[in-house]
């Protein structure tokens, strides 16, 4: 799951541009032929999701087909070649020159199909790529089943709030490695006085016993090791005397180079490391505060689709307003956001697509469980190198099926037994695969103690004064701050408020102040970053949202669109932006 890279002993060939696309209501496309070619397709960009591009398939989610030709040269053969996909939502089939190379699941991760023998040297190649975002009450994040938190008659029907963009939103790409390539590499940072450490472990595609070795190299040094092949794994443990260490004031970055007989792949690497004690998180050892937001991948036209100048432009004005921290609310983003928050020096809460999970029945919640921990592997996978990344959420807002609302007592109890399960399951996935970081979802008022106490740090999402006493700001500040004591008291960890916010029209004015106004938000966000000042235990706040984005259709979303933006969704800022710089610019 490396990230594709080019250098001496690899290849790699971005397809991203226009291809030819074609939606398949009826799914007819296999049988039709669709994945040699497409009769009567129309253009479509790739990185994108279709839903902006074409007026008259916004809300359509079924089958669609997505096709592009390509030479390979000639100078890759002897190699291995595979195509990947840095994400497609939600479900994708592959076939190169009509042949299938299989499926994947899941909208926010890549994957990887190797092609080598299926493809041709002397004539074009013909790429064709399915893709459905069928919206499902076994999916994760669910869909067309009703959910608590959302209006019965929104649309389209989805269980969360944020439009289900749908299409290829993140590159394709064919890349080439040598027959004997590093296929996985793991880095594990820590300190000692002013040293780092640094532990490599190189997993390659083969057993063979070869000889490698690895090479850290900053400013003005270079430390090396040797690495020994056995069955195909190899360790290394390095000193970096006099370290800079990596923070989100100095993001120092080391290239990190795996050099074998025939394969080469650089890291970056930043040597940092974390961890809660008290009510605080420490980042090398310091207390640290994770300041900023939670966020969405979302603009005009390109949906969900990567959109590198706007990711450039969103973490230059995350830093104007003093952001030091975002959680990739509700999905993994992609791979070039965790690289530019690692040279950037950003705290990534780093999220699966599980928003809104219901605790319904054994069946579905088996095959929920199933994909959360598939998505579960294939993060941590993809990101465990991250310095930026400093904790791992596997869930937004869990739900429990509460008694009163038309739900009987015993499914409130089974609904609380299965999420302690299902989530504990999920967390102790995680502390396996990755103990050095922290891990946590964050959950909703009223969520079970016994959910809650499985988190190293607390994360809430809190709307008094918006859902809860909306319009009466000061009683909703006495009712934040009590709840906050009682959980200080209650589970003596940091807590972190991961969403607060209220809907805003920029321009809307009010004096004095009501809900939707410019002013309104503004208050409501000085109000809660005072409140959490005087709290030791605050190890965090998160304003929801950076910037208004795409939801769907309903009474509570004007527009379909959701604006707790403190940015517009053009980006221009709302008067809570400067509310925002007079407590973090410091
Ligand atoms: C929270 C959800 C988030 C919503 C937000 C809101 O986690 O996805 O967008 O509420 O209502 O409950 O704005």
């Not at 739900?399 to 109890?413: C, D, E, K, R, T």
């Amino acid at each position: 799951m490396l990230y594709p890279q080019q250098n001496i002993s690899r290849n790699k060939f971005d397809l991203s541009g226009i291809w030819d696309f074609k939606i398949d209501p009826d799914r007819m496309g296999e049988r039709n032929g669709w994945h040699t070619g497409l009769d009567g397709a129309r253009p479509i960009a790739v990185p994108g999701s279709w839903n902006e591009q074409y007026e008259d398939i916004y809300n359509y989610l079924g089958l669609a087909w997505y096709v592009k030709s390509t030479y390979v040269p000639q100078y890759w053969q002897g190699q291995r070649v595979f195509l990947r996909v840095g994400s497609a939502c939600y479900f994708s089939t592959i076939y190169v020159n009509g042949i299938k190379m299989g499926s994947h699941e899941g909208g926010h991760l890549p994957f990887v199909f190797e092609v080598t023998d299926h493809l041709c040297w002397k004539t074009e190649n013909t790429i064709a790529i399915s893709v459905e975002n069928d919206l499902m009450p076994t999916r994760v994040p669910s869909g067309n089943m009703s959910s608590p938190l959302m209006p019965q008659s929104c649309f389209p029907r989805t269980t969360y709030d944020f439009f289900p963009f749908a299409g290829i939103h993140r590159p394709v790409v064919l890349y080439s490695v040598p027959p004997v390539y590093i296929e996985d590499i793991t880095v594990i940072t820590g300190i000692n006085g002013l040293d780092g450490t640094v532990k490599v472990r190189v997993q390659l595609n083969s057993a063979d016993t070869i000889q490698g070795s690895v090479h850290i190299k900053g400013d003005e040094v270079t430390f090396t090791a040797k690495l020994m092949f056995k069955d195909g794994l190899a360790e290394a443990h390095l000193i970096v005397h006099n370290a800079n260490f990596w923070s989100d004031k100095t993001p120092y970055l080391y290239d990190l180079t795996v050099q074998t007989e025939q394969d080469q792949y650089t890291l970056k690497v930043g040597v940092r490391t974390v961890k809660v004690q008290g009510g605080q998180i420490f980042l090398n050892d310091k207390p640290i505060h994770l300041n900023g937001y939670g966020r969405h991948e979302d603009f005009y036209a390109s949906g969900k689709g990567l959109n590198q100048p706007l990711m450039v432009k969103d973490y230059q004005l995350m830093r104007w307003t003093g952001a030091n921290s975002y959680r990739t609310s509700h999905y993994p983003y992609s791979e070039e956001e965790m690289q530019l928050a690692d040279r950037e020096g950003f705290l990534i809460i780093n999220e699966i697509p599980a928003v809104s999970l219901q605790f319904d029945n054994d069946e579905n919640i088996a095959i929920r469980l199933r994909t959360c921990l598939q998505q579960v592997d294939e993060l941590i996978t993809r990101d465990k190198n991250h310095a930026s990344v400093v904790m791992w959420c596997i869930a937004n807002e869990p739900l429990i099926a509460q008694p009163g609302l038309g739900v009987s007592v015993s499914s409130n109890v089974f609904s609380v037994a299965k999420g302690k399960e299902f989530l504990g399951t999920l967390m102790q996935r995680v502390r396996t695969l990755d103990p050095t970081r922290l891990v946590t979802f964050v959950a909703l008022m009223g969520s079970p103690s016994s959910w809650v106490e499985q988190c190293d740090v607390i994360c809430m999402n809190r709307y008094w004064g918006w859902y809860i006493l909306g319009g009466e700001l000061n009683k909703a500040l006495i009712s934040l701050e009590q709840e906050l004591d009682s959980a200080w008291e209650t589970w003596h960890k940091p807590i972190m408020i991961t969403e607060f916010g209220a809907d805003t029209m920029a321009g809307m004015h009010g004096h004095p102040n009501a809900m939707w106004t410019e002013e309104y938000q503004a208050e409501f966000v000085r109000g809660y970053l005072t409140v959490a000042a005087r709290k030791d235990f605050i190890a965090g706040m998160q304003v929801w949202n950076f910037a208004d984005f795409a939801s769907i259709q309903s009474i509570m979303r004007v527009g379909g669109m959701n604006m707790k933006g403190i940015f517009t969704r053009g980006r221009t800022p709302k008067m809570a932006a400067h509310v925002l710089r007079e407590f973090w610019i410091k």
